[in-house]
């Protein structure tokens, strides 16, 4: 009895055993058109996304109707559907019955949503539109490094100096600035431990990504005096100190806008980045 028993085990393990392969194929299968048509959909939408905040399609103006759109982007209507979802969730167009789908008014746009702040940045921003990213800046990120200093925690402090240790070594290049340069200001906000701060989080980082690829050619290095600056603003906060921590950061946003600026001089005028 117990021969034929196992006998039968091993049976129904056999006849189970092909059926969770199966079963996993077909999910698979299953998986790939949606995750294609989403890829399809997302891509769609930051195209369009870009090409609206660069003016190709300006605000007020109708987009083409559905079949040319379609047929310009070789998608199905389906896609070009959940893409329009997309910028209608960020305010950026309005669909009206028999009248077509809008570009809004740009003063409607979520310009808290990191992606349509990644498509102003992907499309050649101006100095105008930088300016108001460090305006945003200048009113977070020294109360920040007041806060955090004031709090003076152990385990923050620990995370802004190795941020900082690394902004050191790759300064020429050789290793990721930008990351250690972002690992340093997220550093600050998020040791503020204040959960509005850290909701803006997505919308800094795409911001300081922009800023910092704009400000040192291309994040190949970064200035001497900046990485000065960014020491004593981690002088500060360790030393305890809120309102030299504060005034230090304020000095450093003002002087990396001026670097900004000058770029964005220099790029319009065909000028190489001073080193």
Excluded at 145 to 158: C, G, K, R, W, Y
Excluded at 197 to 223: D, H, N, P
Excluded at 232 to 252: F, K, N, Y
Aim: proline letters at 5%; hydrophobic letters at 40%; a positive charge.
């Amino acid at each position: 009895m117990a021969r034929i028993s196992k006998k039968l085990t091993s049976a129904a393990r056999r006849a189970r055993g092909p059926v969770r392969p199966a079963a996993e194929r077909a999910e698979r299968r299953d998986r790939a058109p949606q995750t294609f048509e989403r890829n399809i959909r997302v891509s769609l939408a930051g195209r369009l996304g870009r090409e609206i905040v660069s003016g190709v399609y300006a605000p007020g103006s109708l987009l083409p109707n559905a079949a040319d759109m379609c047929a310009r982007f070789k998608v199905s209507r389906t896609a070009l559907r959940e893409a329009y979802s997309v910028l209608i969730a960020k305010a950026m167009i309005v669909a009206r019955p028999k009248i077509g789908t809008r570009v809004r008014p740009k003063a409607d746009w979520n310009m808290l949503d990191p992606e349509v702040l990644s498509w102003h940045l992907q499309s050649t921003p101006t100095e105008s539109f930088v300016a108001e990213l460090f305006v945003l800046r200048q009113m977070i990120e020294p109360e920040a490094a007041s806060l955090v200093a004031a709090m003076h925690s152990p385990a923050t402090i620990e995370r802004i100096a190795e941020a900082y240790r690394r902004m050191d070594e790759f300064k020429d290049g050789a290793g990721d600035l930008i990351g250690a340069d972002l690992d340093f200001h997220m550093g600050i906000l998020e040791g503020t431990g204040n959960h509005f701060l850290t909701a803006l989080g997505g919308l800094i980082r795409t911001s300081l990504e922009c800023v910092f690829e704009l400000s040192w050619e291309g994040a190949s290095k970064i200035q001497d005096d900046r990485l000065h600056q960014h020491r004593a603003i981690l002088e500060a906060i360790s030393d305890g100190s809120p309102e030299l921590a504060r005034t230090r950061m304020t000095e450093l946003l003002r002087d990396s806008i001026d670097d900004v600026r000058q770029y964005l001089k220099q790029r319009a005028a065909g000028e190489p980045a001073a080193r």
